[in-house]
């Protein structure tokens, strides 16, 4: 089992929809958690982070943790053809002595396509 | 630039030659990574620099990658006698805080 796992996709929504991406990762040290989007042919890029202990919301984003069920999910609200990218899901785990550096461990990715 | 730059942005080597990929971080950064990207696949991380300390190099594939960052700012990724499964995308990336920021890669294809 990876330690982290995205569906490839692509997934498909109409413009203005809510896209929904998830991600199962299978640390439970895992301890913090990161989305970046990608465009074709460009590097990474982050769009938000959340720690273990809490859902973050920002602007048409928003990141939510189901720490019980492994998995952590982006939403984004009022999709836009300019969303289309793949979306990484990172973790980013802390060392058995409980210190961190800040290796992140990614996902296979999702493609996202946004119609209009 | 405010950015962190990678060079060359493109690379193409025969098998068996030498490469050498060279990441600037942002200034003041004192974290470096650097991963593989693979077509269709999420970065694989391959090492880590703190100043000018490599303290993780468990992500390297091989002994033939050596990373180095001797003055704890520019990084240099080399590759001796390059192999067909080395293409691919190598990104660096440096830190502040939690947040990687990452170069634009740099693609190499070995033939």
């Known amino acids: 089992q990876k330690e982290v796992e995205q569906n490839s996709g692509p997934l498909s929504v109409p413009e203005g929809a809510i896209a929904s991406l998830n991600c199962t990762y299978s640390?439970?040290?895992?301890?913090?958690f990161f989305w970046y989007r990608q465009y074709s042919g460009k590097s990474p890029e982050l769009i938000m982070f959340i720690y273990s202990n809490g859902d973050k919301e920002d602007g048409r984003f928003t990141a939510q943790l189901n720490k019980a069920s492994q998995y952590v999910s982006l939403l984004i609200r009022d999709s836009q053809p300019s969303d289309s990218a793949t979306y990484l899901c990172?973790?980013?785990?802390?060392?058995?002595?409980?210190?961190?550096?800040?290796?992140?461990?990614f996902g296979q990715g999702t493609i996202l396509t946004v119609h209009p | 630039g405010a950015g962190v730059s990678q060079s060359p942005r493109y690379k193409v080597a025969k098998r068996g030659q030498d490469v050498a990929l060279r990441c600037d971080p942002i200034s003041g950064h004192v974290s470096l990574f650097w991963y593989q990207q693979a077509l269709g696949q999420g970065p694989e991380f391959l090492t880590y620099?703190?100043?000018?300390?490599?303290?993780?190099k468990s992500g390297l594939p091989s002994d033939r990658f050596f990373a180095e960052r001797p003055e704890g700012s520019v990084s240099t990724l080399k590759i001796q006698r390059t192999q067909q499964e080395d293409s691919a995308v190598y990104l660096c990336?440096?830190?502040?805080?939690?947040?990687?920021?990452f170069g634009p890669g740099t693609r190499l294809t070995v033939t």
């Open positions: 990336a440096s830190m502040r805080g939690s947040e990687q920021y």
């Open positions: 620099f703190q100043n000018e300390a490599q303290l993780d």
């Open positions: 990172a973790v980013h785990l802390f060392n058995a002595g409980g210190t961190s550096y800040g290796k992140l461990t």
């Open positions: 640390d439970r040290g895992s301890q913090s």
